[in-house]
DNA sequence: GTATTTTAACAAATCATATTAGTTATGTCA
DNA sequence: TGACATAACTAATATGATTTGTTAAAATAC
């Protein structure tokens, strides 16, 4: 009867998988180990206790997500890079809404590695933004302009906190829309 | 020797107060009942529980806040009402950090009450977007782009997220005019 | 191939907090 | 003055995180 084998990975993986469907408000670290197999205290032994495992989702999810942002961003320029930013973000939050809300509310504890991964998200935005003869003041804000509307934006959508959702999407794009003509009043600022 | 007198409005301004103080990860009834004289069971004369506890500090900020826009909105109209309003809230947000945090994690439960609190106070936002001849969609969607940057923005800056906090104002301001300069495209539309 | 070392799962125990049940003291009102 | 309601209390229970010390399996060395 071999023992049953698992890995930080294995660990943060499922995590985010139980995160995503059942809600993060219901993970712990009892069914996480059910689910994979373990008793509770085995985690000990790849993760660093309860709250640790949840800055390693906020880890995990801003890396995932960076990666979808460079693939949507690939053989776009400008306006148009942007906006499917913009898109790729409020999907990927949508869609893994218990990593996300990981993302929002464990970026608090400002280390090292945080602010990297973050930091390296926000760079090619701030990049496109550049490209835009935009002085680099000006972008600075636009970032976080843009990063405040998409964060808040999904953490309401999420938390069904609009009332009719057949709308919502017209309040993204209508946003994204007057953000971005907001933003063209910069050029050369 | 008469026994410490308690009652909800006492038990709910004093975990406001805590929570702002010493944040909201580090509330707990117990401490909250040792700051107010008691032992924790006693709490529940007044409330149904921790998680009823917090569902009534969000009820009791989203109130607050409410009359902080009403107060800022007075004399004003048009986009000084909107300018005067986003920095309102965002002050509110500011000051009463662990309050504000209640009122974004808490409002998930669409309970009738909920929807009651909020849905009144993006009223008064509602109204004064209305009087800027825009249809009535559009204001709906207007609305959530406030709401959504500026809940967004104030999560960011209360967690830290933003690096340079000198710079931090900026932002708002630059992201508001943005904001506004945009919804003026919206006019007859 | 056997012995040693490391790894990682485990059981058992501890701790902290929320919550419930049942008891008692205080104040009110007829 | 006495019955009742309120709201505090103590004691007990439940749940989950965490710590400690043990052990079995796997990896490495001889």
Redesign the pocket.
């Known amino acids: 009867?071999?023992?049953?084998?698992?890995?930080k990975e294995s660990v943060i993986k499922e995590a985010a998988y139980m995160a995503n469907t059942i809600g993060i408000e219901n993970?712990?670290?009892?069914t996480l180990?059910a689910q994979l197999?373990?008793?509770?205290?085995?985690?000990?032994?790849?993760i660093d206790?309860?709250?640790d495992l949840k800055q390693q989702l906020m880890l995990y999810g801003w890396k995932e997500l960076e990666n979808r942002i460079i693939e949507a961003v690939i053989g776009l320029s400008g306006y148009d890079a942007i906006r499917a930013m913009c898109y790729a973000f409020h999907e990927y939050a949508i869609e893994n809404q218990g990593v996300f809300s990981t993302m929002l509310w464990y970026n608090q504890f400002d280390n090292e590695q945080m602010n990297e991964v973050t930091s390296k998200m926000f760079t090619i935005f701030f990049k496109v933004t550049k490209s835009l003869n935009i002085s680099q003041d000006n972008c600075v804000h636009l970032v976080r302009m843009f990063r405040s509307f998409l964060e808040g934006f999904a953490l309401l959508e999420n938390h069904n906190a609009f009332g009719n959702t057949q709308l919502i999407k017209d309040s993204f794009e209508l946003s994204i829309t007057i953000l971005i003509e907001g933003t063209k009043k910069l050029e050369g600022k």
């Open positions: 009867m071999p023992k049953i084998k698992i890995d993970l712990s670290l009892k180990a197999g373990v008793k509770s205290p085995s985690l000990y032994n790849h206790g309860f709250d």
